[in-house]
């Protein structure tokens, strides 16, 4: 849905005819996609080692899901998921403009607009810039101190991930995008090809996900202009 216009208006008279309104909605696919990758063990070195097959198995899944986060954020349509930065609305904001002012202001447009931003998406350094902002004459923290600071912003929930592109945070309503989960992320073990009578295990982790945003104007990504 884009371009929605709240078309609601008092009826005249009783027995009058109401307003009708218009969804502008167009059909787009949302892929699933299935991301995977494995790792070759000795089966003796599994069978005499608990915490090596533990340490193998969260590392694997593990990789599956933060390669997921990666094409939910970053992802295009080449790639099969069409991912936020990909999906959202370019917010621009004047050269200097405060990381924390731009993120308020981006919240801001979502709400006069109708959605509920309730959540922010950033890099990880981008965060730490703004925790560790000081004031220019008393050098205190802005926002009150890494001991004191929540992982929220103008009452939104802050999630950092590296995948975001650094210097443009993503506001949004959450109620707005949905992961597909077909397949949460697994780990199995086997053998494969010679494997058996070469006593080499095979550990294997895979994730099955989509990924849709249902209306691009829910999502806005944060662009600040060069000086």
Known sequence: ????????????????????????????TAPIVTIAHHL???????????????????????????????EIIAGN????????EAEATAHNMAAGTPPADGIGDAAATLDAAGW????????????QAIRAERSATEDLYVAGGWSAAPGSIWGMQVVTDPSVSQGSPIVLDSSQVAILD???????????????????????????????VFSPSAVLQIFVASD
Request: glycine share 8%.
């Open 1 to 28: 849905m884009s371009n929605y216009t709240n078309l609601a208006a008092q009826q005249a008279t009783e027995g009058a005819g109401k307003q009708e309104t218009a969804m502008p909605l167009q059909l787009v």
């Open 40 to 70: 070759p063990v000795s089966r003796q070195a599994v069978a005499d080692n608990d915490a090596l097959r533990q340490q193998v198995e969260t590392v694997l899944r593990y990789g599956v899901m933060a390669k997921a986060a990666s």
């Open 77 to 84: 349509s080449s790639t099969g998921i069409s991912g936020l």
């Open 116 to 127: 509920n931003a309730d959540l922010v998406l950033m890099h990880p350094a981008d965060w």
């Open 182 to 212: 077909r397949q949460q992320a697994t780990v199995e073990i086997g053998y494969t090809g010679s494997g058996f009578t070469d006593n080499v295990q095979t550990i294997l982790s895979e994730i099955r996900l989509g990924f849709a």
